[in-house]
């Protein structure tokens, strides 16, 4: 008689594919289950409008929102295409979404990411004597001075198409997934809230990153390699540099359309491939040191995170996209959002309630139960947890960012450790060295 399904809160996998599947699969999918508790699925207005009268927002989220708006309506403004009145249906869709509670939860974190995206498509609206010197010289002098050559220009000398694809795969494909992927490994093992924390600190990443593109537009290596140290005007298309070689090996022309028509084509400086690689392993460095064991051999699983972010910044020079300087800007500013936007709440759950000591990597063995969404990797489980609540000190700090404050309602959940089966125990137990109290 094969033992019963584990429960993940009331939802269970099917009889017969709880049976069919891996222990390891078993796992993944409860634990993803038992996360979508967690999700709202009313579509009441009402409740919306009760949680805003309620909502008493912190002086940071005060600044935050004022901000995002004050961000949006010139964007919205100078916005050609869609033309007056349509540009319209963008905030009508956007208050549709943030006033349905089933939607709320994903487009109130959502909103500086939303808001960069407009940020950027708008820039290109921007009425050319209106916009600053484009400095093509800073950025090759800087990394001459600085580096003693110009490691961009070194790097385009090894040119061979398994080279390409290698730079290919990072900067134009995964570049553009990693966020989702890191997102959604946040939501099922991460602390509650780490997702949302995720979603600001990107978000202002990628603003302040456009923002500074705008401001001080500067030269890529590809206006170099082309035009020399000319001076550079607005009426200049982009260029996709390197990935015209991938577009040639593949018979197409995406890349070359995409970069030829960029909003932004003097946006050297940061670079905001490098920013988000950073930004993408300081998360998954933070929330998920793993150690790994392949064999007799013990990997932290650090390492390979920021094995991709520095595969991704020879790519971004590789392609003739970026100086040198432009990545350290980019990885600079990714961090300072980082540690700006980590709130005390994930600080405290992170580093006071760490099994083992700080920043040590913890095995396989310390993923959160199955059942019990409100656990985290690495983390005492949240019966320990209530028992030893969080001083007050280090809760609801006014510099705390929290985004979900409209949409905030009790989710009662009683959490005990007899709701772990005794298949899950044996999986996912801790060993004696990582199990101590703090």
């Not at 920021?306 to 432009?326: G, I, P, R, S």
């Not at 985004?403 to 450790?417: K, N, V, W």
Request: hydrophobic content about 50%; some cysteine; charged content about 15%.
């Amino acid at each position: 008689m094969s033992p019963p399904a584990r429960q993940a809160h009331g939802v269970a996998l099917p009889p017969a594919l709880a049976r069919r599947l891996p222990a390891a699969l078993h796992y993944l999918a409860t634990r993803i289950l038992s996360a979508a508790t967690r999700l709202e699925t009313s579509t009441s207005v009402a409740l919306s409008l009760a949680r805003l009268r309620a909502w008493r927002p912190t002086r940071g989220e005060k600044a935050k929102y004022a901000f995002l708006l004050a961000l949006a309506l010139p964007c919205l403004y100078i916005m050609a295409a869609p033309a007056f009145p349509l540009k319209l249906a963008l905030p009508a869709v956007y208050t549709l979404a943030v006033l349905l509670p089933v939607s709320s939860q994903f487009i109130l974190p959502a909103t500086p990411i939303f808001a960069w995206l407009l940020l950027f498509y708008s820039s290109q609206f921007l009425a050319p004597e209106s916009r600053p010197h484009i400095w093509v010289s800073v950025l090759p002098t800087l990394e001459s001075v600085w580096y003693g050559a110009s490691i961009s220009d070194i790097l385009t000398h090894f040119g061979h198409p398994a080279l390409d694809i290698l730079a290919w795969l990072p900067y134009g494909v995964i570049h553009f997934v990693a966020p989702f992927v890191v997102a959604a490994l946040l939501f099922v093992f991460a602390p509650p809230g780490a997702t949302k924390v995720f979603g600001a600190a990107f978000g202002f990443l990628n603003i302040l990153g456009v923002m500074t593109q705008v401001g001080f537009p500067c030269a890529p290596p590809w206006y170099e390699l082309r035009e020399g140290l000319t001076p550079a005007n607005y009426s200049m298309k982009g260029s996709p540099a390197g990935l015209a070689r991938i577009d040639a090996l593949f018979h197409g022309h995406g890349y070359t359309l995409t970069f030829t028509n960029a909003p932004v084509p003097f946006g050297a400086f940061p670079s905001l491939h490098a920013g988000c690689a950073t930004m993408e392993a300081l998360f998954l460095s933070y929330f998920f040191p793993v150690a790994l064991r392949i064999g007799r051999v013990r990997l932290d699983a650090r390492v390979l995170y920021w094995t991709y972010a520095f595969w991704l910044y020879w790519c971004t020079m590789y392609l003739m996209h970026h100086y040198l300087v432009d990545l350290v800007g980019g990885a600079c500013l990714a961090t300072a959002c980082f540690y700006f936007f980590l709130t005390n709440e994930m600080r405290f759950q992170m580093e006071t309630n760490w099994t083992a000591r700080p920043s040590a990597a913890q095995p396989i063995t310390a993923l959160p139960a199955a059942t019990e969404p409100q656990d985290a990797f690495g983390v005492r489980p949240s019966v320990d947890i209530e028992r030893r609540p969080m001083p007050a000190s280090r809760a609801g700090g006014e510099d705390e960012v929290r985004m979900d404050e409209l949409r905030r309602a009790p989710t009662p959940m009683q959490r005990s450790g007899s709701n772990r089966s005794a298949t899950a125990d044996v999986l996912f137990e801790q060993p004696d060295e990582v199990r101590r109290d703090a």
